[in-house]
Nanobody, 121 residues
Framework: QVHLVESGGGLVQPGGSLRLSCAASGTIFSIGAMGWYRQAPGKQRELVATMGEGDNTNYADGVKGRFTISRDNAENTVSLQMNDLRPEDTAVYSC???????????????WGQGAQVTVSS
């Protein structure tokens, strides 16, 4: 059994910052890509940022230069530092990880429960 637990969401004024963190726990042999997605009301879920095992990163165009993804492989965590937040960043942010539960297992994708981020004055 694998669990992803997020923390760090909340309410922030435009221009402010928040940091989201996600910790993976349970039966974990290895973790491949980790990342963050978001879903705003009435919209489809979209990719925010991902980071591979080799620390290669990918960002949505709208967050480049404002958001930074990082991971701690020893702690099985992934974080998202969000700066210069805008009202359009308001959404539920969910972490995502590709995890092997044993050496020969395929990667299985897991999701966190989601953290609300609201940017409003």
């Amino acid at each position: 059994q694998v669990h992803l637990v997020e923390s760090g969401g909340g309410l922030v004024q435009p221009g402010g910052s928040l940091r989201l963190s996600c910790a993976a726990s349970g039966t974990i042999f290895s973790i491949g890509a980790m990342g963050w997605y978001r879903q705003a009301p009435g919209k489809q879920r979209e990719l925010v940022a991902t980071m591979g095992e080799g620390d290669n990163t990918n960002y949505a165009d709208g967050v480049k230069g404002r958001f930074t993804i990082s991971r701690d492989n020893a702690e099985n965590t992934v974080s998202l530092q969000m700066n210069d937040l805008r009202p359009e960043d308001t959404a539920v942010y969910s972490c995502h990880a590709a995890i092997k539960t044993y050496r020969t297992a395929p990667y299985t994708y897991y999701w966190g429960q989601g953290a609300q981020v609201t940017v409003s004055s």
